[in-house]
């Protein structure tokens, strides 16, 4: 079987040179360390290639803009697919540079540039407008947080979450007041979920002894000692 050609950054020029040749423009390549100038009258177009879309990639295209408003990066078309999260993500950091994105895609011989995207001013307040309920979510998250007790950065440990927080208070009034029914919970500061919680029952930390009552159970009595600072927040409360 014929071994594939290794891409290299030099067999993306000439695709992206035939587009805008289409588009009337004078293409030149290796300009003044720009890899890529294409020229419309006074308008100046610059092209920067790579293999990957990567940091120094973004840098190399940003410093073009002082250059020029008009600055495009062009890679080679990913292999995964164009409607996964992933390339969104990218394309969102690409837009927010204020940068054009160009993919070159190979069919045999045959190779063609595409433009993805044409650089455009980054409109941050709508951007921010079209996140309102992932910001609602974070600020609600933290409102129902009574501290700090997770580490930035963590992916492998246990994350404390608003929900889990709310648990571990009503196990401690439990641990410490005995049998008591939602209502009075929830006098006692436990917030309207209170019943959501002891019913669903996601840790296994309550046990219904009557209609109504509950208290906590042995494994509830264990498992909230793995957290003594709000262990001893809510019991001093």
Known sequence: MKEMKKLLEVDLYKPIQSYFLGEEYEVYGEVKDCDIAAVKGD???????KLTLSV????????????????????????????????????????????????????????????????TPFNRRKSIGQSKQKRAAIMKEINGRSADFNVGGSNQTKIMTAYKENSIQIACYLQKSGPLSPKELIQMGTGEKTSTIITKNYYGWFKRIKRGTYVISKKG?????????????????
């Open 43 to 49: 308008e100046l177009v610059i092209i920067e290639l």
């Open 56 to 119: 120094d990639l973004l840098i190399q295209a940003a410093k073009r803009q002082r250059l020029t408003d008009q600055v495009y990066i062009a890679i080679p078309k990913p292999k995964y697919r164009l409607n996964s999260r992933r390339w969104a993500d990218k394309c969102h950091l690409v837009r927010r540079l204020e940068l054009g994105l160009i993919v070159v895609s190979y069919s045999g011989k045959y190779a063609k540039a595409e433009i993805i995207f044409h650089p």
């Open 221 to 237: 009595v264990q498992e909230i000692k793995e957290y003594p600072d709000l262990m001893r927040y809510y019991l001093e409360k």
